[in-house]
């Protein structure tokens, strides 16, 4: 059974950085991606970063040039760097997983970011 725990989130101020950790336990020799998903009180849960299996990454249009998304495949952690940070990154974050083109989320970890 795959499980994905992420971790790192917390309470920043507004330009402030965090890192994000999912660690993966389980079967997955499979990946066809993993990425992040996050959602604010009140909107739809939307896809900020995504890492295909070749290595390809895909970020929504609001964080490219301040998060970053990778990978550690000995330690098999998805990480996700999230700088320069505003209000309107406040979510709970989720790590997300397709396996064997199965879908996987983790519980989520809150990010708050104050102004």
């Known amino acids: 059974q795959v499980q994905l725990v992420e971790s790192g989130g917390g309470l920043v101020q507004t330009g402030g950085s965090l890192r994000l950790s999912c660690a993966t336990s389980?079967?997955?020799?499979?990946?066809?991606?993993m990425g992040w998903y996050r959602q604010a009180p009140g909107k739809q849960r939307e896809l900020v970063a995504v890492?295909?299996?070749?290595?390809?990454?895909n970020y929504v249009d609001s964080v490219k040039g301040r998060f970053g998304i990778s990978r550690d495949n000995a330690k098999n952690t998805l990480n996700l760097q999230m700088n320069s940070l505003k209000p309107e990154d406040t979510a709970v974050y989720y790590c997300?997983?397709?396996?064997?083109?199965?879908?996987?989320w983790g519980r989520g970890t809150q990010v708050t970011v104050s102004s």
């Open positions: 997300y997983a397709r396996i064997d083109f199965r879908d996987y």
């Open positions: 389980g079967s997955t020799s499979g990946i066809n991606g």
């Open positions: 890492m295909f299996s070749g290595g390809n990454t």
